[in-house]
């Protein structure tokens, strides 16, 4: 897809979020607040001990901000065309997009931007850069860890790609895409609580674990090569994966709701 | 009465076709109950003490158990019932029936969450019987919800009267969601907050249905405190009723009858 493209997709949601003005401070309320329902309930977790486990009240609250900016970047690259696309597969819709000269993967990828998740992304960042100021880091690792961020939207992105991509194959698969984001809400406490079996599995074979704690052991400094380029491999393939996906789906779309 | 009972009854109905819908939500409550547990779990295995304000381990799960079935019965769908039918000017039919329009909602209400209702009723039933609660408390605590629904219907129908005012009422939901998550505590009892802040919103509407209702059915409270808490939201309705009222009949002159 070619940069000038893009560059009128962002346009267009620009001008929708001008138009849907109420909607987007509402969705700005909401997102700003369920995260400081999770910053006060980790006030709470904390008046009572100094520790969970291995996590002290720093490292919680950064886990909590990192998965909420992670969660924030999807929504704002992605969710807004995740919501659209379900809907034009079932009501069979995708046909005045095939037909364009444009890769209809990414073009379906970056088709709307959600602009209201910006102010929920700065404040995030705001918090985390409070949380950061009492720590000593490097600018190796504060760039590791943005890093990490990215690849975290990304594993979220193709999670939900695959899940909205369902709708090719089952008429009502919209119930199954709230699933991520119920996990992902999961994996932004600290993993040491969970059961060991149910880590294991969200740590290797979904790796959801990995994208909410990788940023952050990379920002200790914590990483080991070969697990960064083992965690960017499976994001490759599975990137290889959807992609191929996506046009099996194609092929199986009837263009007819 | 009658005519009220085939409300009730068609949406009772439409709940029991529609079930996949109700097993997700179950679900889902049963899966944001795990998290919570996790996490007190750890919590409580990292400290040395046994029980946090009086909340043992054992009351934690009890306690995320019943306020997270309590906020099945206490939904949010019936704020946007009047809001949909204004917008598609269904409610100008509803408006020439010789019918109530609160009762008919509530009754609506009713068949909608009946199925929650049983489950709670159940649950309280047999966490009474397993921890030896007299039939008189269990009386008391039934009375206790039924009064908090009451209270949950009249709240829900007076944010139902922004369905008058504003078109697209969903965005609002998720709002909601959270001031229901923080006031009425579904992730830990309200006490446990700060002690200026939870001293503030302690008996808030939101609380006394949740936090308050769990704390009610757990015998956290003597009797005579049960007792005022009841004749407290009886008042609590009736005021809210007198607003409702008041309000309703304003935001219906509001109405134009042409959907929008």
Not at chain 1, 165 to 175: D, V, Y
Not at chain 2, 20 to 47: E, H, P, Q, R
Not at chain 2, 141 to 165: P, V
Request: charged share 15%; aromatic share 20%; glycine share 6%.
């Amino acid at each position: 897809m070619r940069f000038s493209v893009f560059k009128e997709l962002v346009k267009q949601s620009f001008r929708e979020f001008l138009i849907y003005r109420t909607t987007a401070i509402l969705t700005v309320v909401f997102s700003i607040m369920f995260y400081l329902i999770e910053v006060i309930t980790g006030i709470v977790y904390f008046s009572f001990t100094d520790r969970i486990f291995d996590w002290t009240r720093r490292d919680y609250m950064i886990l909590i901000t990192t998965a909420n900016i992670i969660q924030m970047g999807y929504q704002f690259f992605f969710v807004a065309s995740h919501e659209g696309l379900e809907e034009a597969v079932i009501e069979g819709d995708l046909d005045y997009s095939l037909i364009r000269p444009v890769n209809s993967f990414w073009f379906y990828a970056f088709n709307r931007l959600d602009i209201p998740s910006v102010i929920g992304i700065i404040v995030s960042v705001i918090f985390q850069c409070y949380f950061f100021s009492s720590m000593k880091l490097s600018f190796f690792n504060v760039m590791m860890y943005s890093f990490g961020i990215i690849l975290g939207i990304w594993f979220l992105f193709l999670v939900n790609q695959n899940i909205v991509m369902l709708s090719f194959w089952l008429e009502k698969s919209g119930k199954l895409i709230g699933i991520p984001e119920y996990i992902f809400e999961m994996v932004s406490r600290p993993q040491s609580i969970y059961p060991n079996k149910m880590v294991l599995i969200l740590t290797y074979i979904l790796p959801f674990f990995v994208s909410v704690n990788y940023p952050i052991d990379a920002l200790h400094g914590k990483f080991s090569l070969s697990g960064t380029v083992m965690y960017i491999l499976y994001l490759l393939v599975l990137t290889f994966i959807t992609y191929n996906i996506w046009n099996k789906g194609l092929q199986k779309y009837a263009s007819s709701n | 009465m009658k005519k009220y009972f085939l409300t009730f009854m068609n949406r009772l109905m439409t709940t029991i076709v529609y079930r996949f819908d109700f097993v997700c939500g179950l679900a889902l409550t049963a899966f944001n109950v795990m998290i919570s547990v996790f996490v007190w779990n750890a919590i409580y295995k990292t400290s040395t003490i046994d029980s946090f304000r009086g909340y043992s381990f054992k009351d934690m799960v009890v306690y995320l158990v019943l306020t997270n079935i309590s906020s099945m019965v206490f939904s949010f769908d019936i704020c946007f019932r009047i809001g949909n039918m204004i917008r598609t000017g269904q409610f100008s039919t509803y408006l020439f029936r010789p019918i109530n329009v609160l009762y008919d909602s509530f009754f609506d209400y009713l068949g909608r969450c009946f199925i929650s209702i049983l489950i709670f009723i159940g649950t309280v039933f047999i966490y009474d019987l397993y921890s030896g609660i007299g039939i008189f408390d269990f009386l008391l605590t039934l009375s206790y919800f039924f009064l908090c629904i009451f209270l949950w219907f009249q709240i829900a129908s007076i944010i139902s009267l922004l369905g008058f005012r504003v078109i697209q009422m969903w965005p609002l939901k998720p709002i909601l969601r959270g001031v229901y998550m923080l006031f009425a505590g579904m992730y830990f009892p309200i006490s446990f907050l700060p002690s200026g802040f939870s001293r503030i919103i302690a008996y808030n509407p939101f609380g006394m249905i949740g936090c308050n209702l769990s704390e009610v059915v757990m015998g956290k409270y003597i009797q005579s405190k049960v007792l005022t808490l009841n004749i407290y939201l009886v008042l609590c309705i009736i005021v809210l009723n007198l607003i409702y009222r008041v309000l309703y009949k304003k935001a219906l002159k509001l109405y134009e009858g042409m959907g929008a």
